[in-house]
């Protein structure tokens, strides 16, 4: 444990989740403070997701248009 702490140690935690439909994996993650990568191909669900990433983190929205 004391290796991987060291070797993480200031940096901050990335969550790729290449299957995010609606981004519950996203909203918890970035709720945590981790930094955020989602992949989605359907266009409907990828709009849910901006939305729902934006009404935690407004600058989201900005950035993903």
Do not use: N
């Amino acid at each position: 444990r004391r290796r991987i702490r060291e070797t993480f140690e200031g940096h901050t935690p990335r969550v790729l989740d290449p299957f995010a439909g609606t981004s519950t994996v996203g909203v918890a993650a970035v709720k945590r403070g981790c930094d955020y990568i989602g992949i989605e191909r359907i266009p409907e669900y990828a709009e849910i997701s901006r939305k729902r990433l934006a009404e935690i983190q407004p600058a989201l929205l900005e950035a993903a248009t």
